[in-house]
């Protein structure tokens, strides 16, 4: 293990991510939510490709043993990816980043309903804190639905960006039971392809043909996304997901600056005191979620015979 490394993997991927959703965003006001997806995963897979050639796996990294698995990860994924662009047309950068950390809140909810994981008053506590955060962090956007138009349309954008979150927390708790025949390459490589079918369904909704800066934009926000991935991959093959999770809320650092330098967006004290409490919960998780996987290998070392 090398998990320095890994942590710098880590943030290298956030980074990818958040600009990814940066290029999305200012090219939001031309494109479709849709499109954007299209352009977002069409463009990762001569990305993933490569990876897979030269990790020598270009001949067996796809293949699947459930296809039905995929593609309801790849209709549930791309669901998620497409509110959470819709959300950065509606709503500041870091305002979208924060409501997306409620994903992993829900994921053990979902966890515990679907795949019978076994979760404890701790974990329970944590995700009602950080439910209370995105409270904090919906409340000026529900209070507004009466308001000026501007304000309802921002409101309905925070329920998408929500909405997307669930979408994406029922992906992973699917991708948690597909990783135990699948190979995580194939998992990759499939969302992008079945999310690059499914986008061309979202033609009649009003696709356009962008102006080439644009076109710039998307293809970009495409390799991007296509290279976080392998970046986010990689950095688990040198540390323990427990030591590198954490640093997926970096992401809130690289958004509030990209927010406040490039879309000139200013933070409210209310959206960074429920983003605040968001990130303590999930880091809270995650350690908790460490010290059980600890407990676990501990017990089934003391079962080994010497």
Not at 87 to 94: D, I, Q, R
Not at 170 to 179: D, E, F, K, S, Y
Not at 212 to 226: P, S
Request: with cysteine.
């Amino acid at each position: 293990m090398q998990p320095l490394k890994g942590i710098l993997l880590k943030l290298i991927a956030v980074l990818c991510f958040i600009t990814m959703s940066s290029l999305v965003k200012a090219a939001s006001d031309q494109v479709p939510p849709g499109e954007a997806v299209f352009f977002r995963s069409f463009f990762a897979l001569p990305v993933i490709l490569g990876w897979l050639a030269l990790r020598g796996d270009l001949a067996t990294g796809w293949r699947v043993k459930s296809p039905q698995a995929h593609v309801w990860r790849g209709l549930v994924g791309t669901m998620g990816m497409g509110c959470g662009f819709a959300g950065l047309a509606f709503l500041p950068l870091p305002e979208v980043t924060a409501l997306s950390y409620a994903a992993p809140l829900l994921t053990v909810i979902f966890a515990a309903m679907f795949l019978s994981e076994k979760v404890g008053v701790f974990r329970l506590g944590a995700v009602f804190l950080g439910m209370v955060g995105v409270l904090i962090v919906l409340a000026p956007r529900v209070t507004a639905l009466d308001g000026e138009s501007v304000q309802t349309t921002e409101a309905i954008g925070a329920m998408i960006v929500l909405f997307g979150a669930v979408c994406s927390a029922l992906a992973q708790v699917h991708i948690r039971n597909m990783v135990r025949v699948e190979q995580t390459s194939a998992i990759v490589f499939w969302f992008s392809v079945t999310s690059t079918v499914l986008a061309l369904f979202t033609i009649p909704f009003g696709w356009v043909l962008p102006s080439g800066g644009v076109i710039a934009m998307l293809v970009t926000a495409g390799l991007l996304g296509g290279v976080g991935q392998i970046f986010l991959t990689s950095s688990y093959r040198f540390a323990d997901a427990s030591v590198v999770a954490p640093f997926d809320y970096a992401s809130m650092l690289f958004a509030l600056g990209i927010g406040y330098f490039v879309f000139a967006e200013v933070p409210t004290g209310q959206m960074l005191l429920g983003a605040g409490i968001i990130i303590v919960a999930g880091v809270i998780i995650i350690l908790r979620e460490r010290h059980l996987g600890l407990q676990r290998e501990a017990a089934r070392s003391a079962k080994t015979p010497t």
